[in-house]
C-alpha cells in the first residue's frame, strides 16, 4: 500500500525551502502552487516570513505568468526573483525569492537557484503523486 512508502509530507517540503532560503541567503521564499484543477489560479502554499504556517491565499494569474503587482496582500520587497517550478514542460508551482538588499544574485547564482528550482519541482510532483494515491486508498 502507498501509506506504507515513505511519507513525503509538507513539512518536509517546508524545511527543504527554508534551509534553501539559508543557503541562496535570499530575504524570504514564498511558495506559490498552481491549482490542480482550476490551473488559472496559485494558492500560496508557504511563505518563509512566517514558519510553521501554511498560507491559504490565493490568487488568479494569467497564461502562468505571475503579475507581482497584485500581490500587494504579500508585502513583497521591491527586487524577487521568480522561479518556475516545473514537471517537464507543465508548470506546477513557483519560488518567489526576496533577493538581498546589499547586492543582487549574481548570473551564476540564478542559474543555481533554477536548477534546484527544477530539483525541487521533482520533489513537489512526487509529493502530490503519493498524496493522490494515498487519497485513493481512503
Known sequence: MISEEIEFSNKNLFEIIEEFEKIIKAKYIVYAEVNEVLQNFINIAYDTRNPGKMSSEIFEITDFKLDLDKFEKLNL??????????????????????????????????????????LLAGFIKQKQYFQNEKNKEK
Open 77 to 118: 520587497s521591491e527586487k524577487n526573483l521568480i522561479v518556475e517550478l516545473k514537471n517537464g514542460n507543465k508548470i506546477i508551482g513557483f519560488f518567489i525569492i526576496g533577493e538581498r538588499d546589499e547586492f543582487e544574485f549574481s548570473e551564476a547564482e540564478k542559474k543555481t537557484i533554477n536548477s534546484i528550482g527544477t
